[in-house]
């Protein structure tokens, strides 16, 4: 049992973090923004609902006092997105990289940092990205992610896990399967940014848990980067044929104007992951994205 706190546990993947912690049997403090604007309205009933103890801090602003009792902090929150992060202005510097200084600066034990794929750029044809791949940050949010594993480098006990595309039950409102399950279910057109070439390593949110579970305990030299991802990309128009066939739907594409700094293909080598947090990914694409639209068809009943 380890004393841990999860920031961000408003979050897509923080709740379930948390959730799954304390179901570890460890005793968990859940942090997220005092009126947490930035969480999905489910999130935010999940917030509400949550099992572990909560506390309300801006981690970019508040006394982290709080965080000093703990062996680990899993650091989730941040304000996620490339598309938003265009428009966002300093908030993505604020929420990113201040208040991950600030929780750095603040835990006494290991923290694990959640980074993004993004901070890779464009993956080649060839072959995954590896971690010690250079880097090519083509966002505000993926430069500021770049800047948080700067700082996560600086600190001995630290673990950063570079997720990619994340998704299942909870996944945010603005991300891709969300956005095609609702108009999917409304009988709307799929709203695709681009030409849906674009290929993912779509990972499902209770490998992802798992991943950041191990990484509390792994033995890891301080810094260490490890990509936390599927190996096997998939298209976005191979992804929605997926969905169609679950959905028993033949769905129809709307598409617009391609997201500026959007990589063309994430691939990730989880080898790492592998290696340090004895971590393979389990959940293939189909399944996974069942589960997912189960979960939108349960919030649809919940609402009626
Ligand atoms: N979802 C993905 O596919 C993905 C991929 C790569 C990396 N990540 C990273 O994983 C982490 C979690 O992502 P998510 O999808 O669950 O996002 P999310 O938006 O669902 O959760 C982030 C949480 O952080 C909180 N938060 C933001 N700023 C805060 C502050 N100043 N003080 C306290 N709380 C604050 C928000 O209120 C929100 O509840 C983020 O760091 C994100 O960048 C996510």
């Known amino acids: ?11 897509f993947i923080g709740s379930r973090v948390a959730e799954a912690a304390a179901e570890a049997g460890h005793d968990v ?3 997220d923004a005092p009126d947490r604007s930035l969480a999905p309205a489910t999130a935010r009933r999940t917030w509400d609902a949550l099992g572990p103890p909560r506390i ?25 997105g ?3 992060s265009w428009d966002a202005g300093d908030a993505v510097h604020r929420d990113n990289v201040v208040a991950t200084r600030r929780v750095l600066a603040a835990a006494r034990g290991r923290v694990v940092v959640a980074s993004s794929s993004s901070v890779y750029g464009s993956a080649g044809r060839d072959r995954p990205t590896r971690e010690d791949d250079p ?12 800047a948080v594993e700067g700082l996560a480098r600086r600190r001995p006990d630290t673990v950063v896990l570079r997720y990619f595309s994340v998704y299942g039950p909870g996944q945010r409102p603005d991300m891709a399967f969300h956005r095609f399950t609702e108009a999917a279910l409304a009988g709307r057109p799929l709203p695709v940014f681009g030409d849906g070439r674009k290929a993912r390593s779509f990972t499902h949110v ?5 991943a950041t579970l191990a990484a509390m305990t792994a033995e890891a030299p301080g810094g260490t980067a490890i990509n936390v991802g599927h190996p096997e990309p998939v298209t976005v128009r191979a992804a929605i044929a997926l969905l169609g066939r679950v959905l028993g739907v033949r769905p129809e594409i709307e598409t617009a104007e391609p997201v500026a700094g959007d990589a063309d293909r994430t691939w990730a080598d989880p080898s790492l992951a592998r290696e340090l947090l004895g971590w393979t990914p389990r959940i293939a694409l189909a399944d996974g994205l ?8 349960e919030i649809a009943l919940a609402v009626l």
Do not use: F, N
Request: avoid cysteine; charge should be negative; proline fraction near 6%.
């Open 1 to 11: 049992m380890v004393r841990v706190v999860v920031t961000g546990a408003a979050g």
């Open 29 to 31: 403090l859940a942090v």
């Open 56 to 80: 309300e801090l801006d981690l970019a602003s508040a006394d982290l006092a709080p965080l000093a009792s703990a062996d680990v902090v899993v650091h989730l929150a941040g304000r996620p």
């Open 82 to 84: 490339i598309r938003s």
């Open 135 to 146: 880097l090519a940050p083509a966002s505000p949010y993926a430069v500021s992610k770049v």
């Open 206 to 210: 209770d490998d992802v848990v798992a």
């Open 290 to 297: 069942a589960d997912q639209i189960a979960w939108h068809r």
